[in-house]
């Protein structure tokens, strides 16, 4: 089973990421979108690690920042060639997600739970140099006509994510929490 740890959005930007996933999916043939089944957010690391969820949880929250302040800086639209923990006869797509800034304090915490016991164990699945923080929105069929996306979605300042783990589904979509910090003093 594929577990993430990610950092969940607040709710008002998660309702946004969620409103304009839809839109900006379904000008294309929406394969795979936020909202039922699909949580906002932001990934640190995914893995395949056979892990005890409170016992990893434990671990994560005793090491990774709770809480983390994000910014988005745009919309980026890009083939997507092949699918991620997903069916192997489905052809290419295209993937839509808003770029989050590598800010220290997320590279922080992503070096943090790369050291994680439970993650150095399993395959790490998005682990490479070239990672880039993302709220991906969707996957669509084809690529979606021009949509304009408003500045409080694409250029959003202080972003307040807490820190999660839970099951990561098809399309590296976050299905499932299981942990999620309750603490967002840091971002208050």
Not at 153 to 174: D, E
Request: aromatic share 6%.
């Amino acid at each position: 089973m594929l577990s993430g740890l990610v950092y969940l959005p607040d709710p008002e930007t998660s309702a946004l990421c969620v409103e304009y996933a839809n839109e900006v999916t379904e000008a294309g043939g929406s394969r795979s979108s936020l909202g039922p089944g699909g949580i906002p957010h932001v990934s640190l690391i995914h893995t395949n690690a056979d892990i005890d969820p409170e016992v990893a949880w434990k671990e994560a929250a005793a090491s990774v920042p709770p809480t983390v302040r994000m910014n988005t800086s745009g919309l980026v639209i890009q083939p997507y060639p092949r699918t991620y923990n997903g069916p192997d006869d489905e052809g290419p797509g295209v993937l839509s997600w808003l770029l989050v800034i590598p800010s220290e304090d997320l590279l922080g915490a992503r070096a943090k739970a790369m050291e994680l016991s439970w993650v150095k164990a399993g395959q790490k699945l998005n682990s490479g140099p070239a990672f880039q923080p993302h709220l991906t929105l969707g996957i669509s069929d084809a690529y979606p006509n021009p949509v304009s996306l408003p500045p409080e979605i694409l250029t959003r300042i202080g972003i307040h994510g807490r820190l999660a783990l839970g099951r990561i589904g098809k399309h590296g979509v976050f299905q499932e929490v299981y942990s999620v910090s309750e603490s967002l003093l840091k971002c208050l």
